[in-house]
């Protein structure tokens, strides 16, 4: 089990791999970071996959 703090704001989630992580922050994202969501360019997805992975490794 691993916790990752939420890449645009301090919310925490908890999961046993990314993929579970991923989808309890997806309603999260739906909700309180619609607008970084429709604004995503592809750059902007893979820098926070990167992020994502980085702090999954770190947790
Ligand atoms: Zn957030």
Avoid: L
Wanted: net charge negative; aromatic share 10%; hydrophobic share 30%.
């Amino acid at each position: 089990m691993k916790t990752i703090t939420c890449i645009d704001c301090e919310e925490q989630f908890s999961g046993e791999t990314p993929e579970a992580i991923m989808q309890a922050m997806m309603p999260h994202y739906m909700s309180d970071h619609k607008d970084v969501m429709e604004r995503g360019t592809e750059e902007g997805k893979k820098e926070w996959f990167a992020e994502f992975n980085k702090r999954w490794e770190q947790a």
